[in-house]
C-alpha cells in the first residue's frame, strides 16, 4: 500500500479520492488492539476467503457458499522493524471458535456462538461470521491479538501478480492438476493472472498432496511478490504503480481502522522498512488428528506451537538477527550470565526433582513425563507442589551441580538469573538433587521458559522471503 500512495500521489487529489472509494472495510467489532501504532510492534492477520466473488471465479471454490478462511496468516512485524514472520495457520487446524460479537448491516450488534471442536476455516463465512471472529479465534489459538485485518478473494491473486508484470515461481517437478488447472514443467517459471492463482490453489500434485503442502506453495508466492514490490523494476514504472494502485484498493477489504489510502500509506511506509531476508515464512506446527483412523484435520503439537505463539507474542525473530540476543546479554549482569557458562552434564546424569510453584494443576507431572521421556532426564521426580507460589521458575542448586544446572537450564531455556545458586537437597532415594520450581511464568511441558532466548523448534516448516525454494 505504500507503492500504491507513491504512485496515487503524482496523480493528484482527484485519483486519490476515487482509490479511496475502491477501498472496502468492515467493523473489527473490538477483536483488534484497535489499530497499528508506529512505535510497537505490528501484527496483521492476512485472510484468504475462497468466496468466488469477481469476475471469472465462477469454476472454483464451493459453488454458493458464503467462503471460508481458506488461507490464513498472521503477519508479526518487530517493533525495532529489523525482522518478521509470517505465520500460517492451515485451514483445517481443530480449534475452538469463541463467542462473536458482529455489527449487523442495520448497525445493530448480534452475539454469533462459538462452536469448539472445528476446522479453523469456519471462523469466517460460515453461520455469518465476519473477519473478526476469525481475529478472535486467532487471539483465542495464538494468544496474540491482531492490530488489523485484511481479506483478499480469488482476484486479489489475479490482478495483484499481473499488476507487477508477473511473480516467479519455481517447481522441483512436471505439475499438471486438472483441478486447480495448474500445468507447468519443472523449473522457473514467471507466472501472472488465472496461472498465478492455480498455482496458489493447487495441492494434489505436491508434497502430500494435502493443505499443508499447499501452505509452501503459497509461501514461495508471496515471497516472490514482495521481492517483485520492492524491485527497481516496480518502484521506477508509472504504469506499474497505478496498476497496483488500482489492484491493491479493489481486491483487499480492510477493517474501519484502514479504511482511507492515508491510514494504508502509514502501514505500508512502516513495512516498508523491511529487509526481505529478514522476512520468515512459517506455520503453526500441527499433526495428523488422533481422534480421526484416516486423518483429514491436524491438531497443534502443544510444545512446539506455543513456543511458536510465545516467540511472536514476545517479538522474537524466526532469522539469523542477533540484535535481540545482544541487547538482552548487555542487560544482564555478568556474574548471573555467567552462570549458564561452563561445562554441562549429559541428560542422563542430570538429578532433580520437580515442584509445583504457581503453574497449572498437573504442570509438575506433565514435565516430569516431558524430562523423562523426551530431554533424558532420567532421573527426575515429581516433588509435588511448593510452599508457596512464585511468579518465576527457579532451579536451585548446590555449586558441585553447576555443570548439571547448566545443562538442564539449556533444556528448559532458562536465563541465569533462574537459576539460584544454594544447597541442594536429598530426593526419594536419598540421593542429592536439585529442586526445579515451576512459577506461574510457566507454560506448558517442553516450552522454552525464557522465549528471548529460545530458538525455533528444529522441525518448525519454515523458508526466508529473500529466497526462490523449488516446491517438490
Known amino acids: 500500500m505504500a507503492f500504491v500512495v507513491l504512485a496515487a500521489g503524482a496523480a493528484g487529489y482527484l485519483y486519490l479520492q476515487h482509490l479511496n472509494d475502491n477501498i472496502e472495510s468492515l467493523p473489527d467489532d473490538g477483536a483488534s488492539t484497535g489499530g497499528f501504532q508506529k512505535d510497537q510492534a505490528i501484527n496483521i492477520l492476512l485472510i484468504g476467503t475462497d468466496k468466488r466473488t469477481g469476475s471469472g471465479n465462477d469454476g472454483y471454490g464451493d459453488k454458493g457458499s458464503a467462503g471460508h478462511a481458506d488461507t490464513t496468516l498472521l503477519l508479526h512485524v518487530s517493533k525495532d522493524r529489523s525482522n518478521a514472520t509470517a505465520l500460517s495457520i492451515p485451514r483445517d487446524l481443530i480449534v475452538d471458535i469463541p463467542d462473536c460479537p458482529t455489527t449487523q448491516e442495520d448497525g445493530s450488534t448480534k452475539v454469533i456462538p ?26 483465542e489459538l495464538t494468544g496474540v491479538k491482531p492490530d488489523n485485518f485484511m481479506v483478499a478473494d480469488f482476484n486479489a491473486v489475479k490482478t495483484l501478480s499481473s499488476a507487477v508484470g508477473g511473480v516467479e515461481v519455481c517447481l522441483a517437478k512436471d505439475i499438471n492438476d486438472p483441478d486447480s488447472h495448474l500445468n507447468l514443467p519443472a523449473g522457473k517459471h514467471t507466472i501472472e493472472g488465472e496461472e498465478a492463482l492455480a498455482f496458489v490453489r493447487t495441492r494434489h500434485s505436491v508434497g502430500f498432496g494435502g493443505d499443508l503442502s499447499r501452505i509452501e506453495l503459497q509461501q514461495q508466492f508471496l515471497s516472490s511478490l514482495m521481492r517483485k514490490l520492492k524491485s527497481n523494476d516496480t518502484l521506477t514504472s508509472p504504469t506499474k504503480m497505478v496498476k497496483l494502485a488500482e489492484a491493491g484498493t479493489k481486491a483487499l477489504t480492510v477493517d474501519s481502522k484502514l479504511d482511507s489510502i492515508g491510514k494504508l500509506k502509514d502501514l505500508g511506509l512502516e513495512l516498508g522498512k523491511l529487509n526481505t531476508k529478514n522476512l520468515t515464512f512459517a506455520t503453526v506446527p500441527v499433526k495428523d488428528n488422533p481422534a480421526e483412523k484416516t486423518p483429514v484435520t491436524v491438531v497443534l503439537k502443544d ?58 494443576s498437573g504442570s509438575a507431572g506433565r514435565e516430569l513425563t516431558y524430562l523423562q521421556n523426551e530431554a533424558g532426564v532420567t532421573k527426575s521426580e515429581n516433588a509435588g507442589n511448593a510452599p508457596a507460589d512464585i511468579a518465576k521458575t527457579t532451579l536451585e542448586y548446590a555449586p558441585d551441580q553447576a555443570d548439571q544446572a547448566r545443562a538442564l537450564a539449556e533444556i528448559l531455556g532458562l536465563t541465569g538469573a533462574a537459576m539460584k545458586p544454594g544447597k541442594s537437597v536429598t530426593n526419594s532415594q536419598g540421593l542429592p538433587t536439585m529442586t526445579l520450581t515451576l512459577g506461574k511464568d510457566f507454560k506448558g511441558a517442553g516450552v522454552k521458559l525464557d522465549a528471548t532466548s529460545a530458538q525455533a523448534p528444529e522441525d518448525l516448516q519454515k523458508s526466508t522471503a529473500d529466497k526462490v525454494e523449488c516446491a517438490k
Open 303 to 360: 510444545g512446539p506451537a506455543q513456543q511458536v505463539f510465545d516467540m511472536v507474542k514476545n517479538d522474537v525473530s524466526f532469522t539469523e538477527v542477533k540484535k535481540k540476543e545482544k541487547e538482552k546479554k548487555e542487560k544482564e549482569d555478568a556474574a548471573v550470565a555467567a552462570r549458564l557458562e561452563g561445562e554441562k552434564s549429559e541428560p542422563g546424569e542430570i538429578r532433580v526433582r520437580v515442584l509445583n510453584g504457581g503453574a497449572s
Open 114 to 139: 462459538g462452536s469448539s471442536g472445528v476446522r479453523f476455516n469456519q471462523s469466517l463465512g460460515q453461520s455469518d461470521r465476519t473477519p473478526s471472529c476469525t481475529m478472535r479465534t486467532v487471539t
